[in-house]
């Protein structure tokens, strides 16, 4: 019996396949239902170039220098422990958000294209849409009460951040304080001592996970290079130790440690006196 072949398919050019490979990079496949398809293809509403904080309002930028080393988790617990109205800002996508279940109530997609939770008093705002680039991030709502700080989970690649023209490298460029969030591992470090050097203008400090610092790994300590040995000098490096069931759960509504938020507290104290800002911005 004669097996009938269909017709021969005509050779693909390596243009094709690239052209194929950038939309796959893109997101922007033929198939797939309407909702899959919005979510590859986000238009997140009101991303901008500019954003000013409110009157009286201050922004605490909190950058991640390794993967999942816990900014979120600080970022919370930094508005938490606050003693003033607060709110935390996530600015990554929707799909690497590490805040979704972390909201008490949950208030539903914000007109500002937010989605927003409470949590013991303190707003939560995260990405509703996929966001493939810096640019893509929507400046934070215009809040419905008073807020007095806001948390920026910046969530991206510091070099990315300060080299990319749009409001979140603006508000980290001009922060009165930046806290970079790290662990207490080689690449952690390491990856540290490039951030200070990038962060040479903003007032900067330090949140590594892990043992304190006189007990850090030899290896740990060995690459701790000369920025993260003058931070630790100036009281600007703090010891956050590592929570396990909070590092294997993740971020819920359950209370965070108590330890963390001593940190966070230890955190905000170095924040300088509104009157020292106004002065020094006068002058």
């Known amino acids: 019996m004669t097996q009938t072949l269909g017709a021969r398919r005509a050779a693909v050019s390596v243009d094709e396949l690239k052209r194929a490979w950038s939309a796959v990079q ?6 797939g239902n309407r909702v899959t398809r919005e979510l590859r293809e986000p238009t997140p509403p009101h991303a901008g170039t500019e954003w000013e904080p409110g009157a009286g309002e201050r922004v605490l930028p909190v950058i991640g220098c390794v993967g999942s080393c816990g900014a979120s988790t600080m970022s919370l617990a930094l508005a938490g422990a606050a003693a003033l109205p607060a709110r935390v800002v996530e600015c990554t996508s ?7 279940a972390a909201s008490t109530a949950e208030l539903g997609l914000h007109e500002s294209g937010w ?16 966001l493939v680039s810096i640019q893509e991030v929507p400046t934070p709502s215009v809040p419905d009460r008073i807020i007095a700080l806001t948390v920026l989970d910046v969530g991206w690649e510091i070099g990315q951040v300060l080299t990319t023209p749009a409001w979140l490298g603006e508000q980290v460029r001009s922060a009165d304080l930046v ?22 203008g903003p007032s900067t400090c330090a949140a590594v996970i892990g043992p ?29 130790p590592q929570d396990r069931a909070l590092a294997i759960a993740g971020l819920d509504a359950t209370p965070l440690p108590t330890p963390l938020l001593e940190a966070a507290s230890t955190l905000l104290r170095l924040l300088p006196p509104v009157d020292t800002i106004k002065k020094g911005k006068t002058q």
Do not use: C, H, M
């Open 26 to 31: 893109a997101g922007r496949f033929r198939t």
């Open 94 to 100: 929707v799909t690497a958000s590490g805040l979704v």
């Open 212 to 240: 304190k610092r006189k007990k850090w790994p030899r290896a740990a300590e060995y690459s701790a290079g000369p920025r993260i040995r003058a931070l630790d000098q100036a009281g600007r490096l703090v010891d956050v």
């Open 179 to 200: 806290i970079l969030v790290t662990t207490a591992t080689v690449p952690g470090l390491r990856r540290l001592e490039g951030a200070l050097e990038l962060l040479a």
């Open 115 to 130: 989605t927003r939770g409470t949590r013991d008093g303190v707003l939560l705002e995260r990405a509703s849409n996929v």
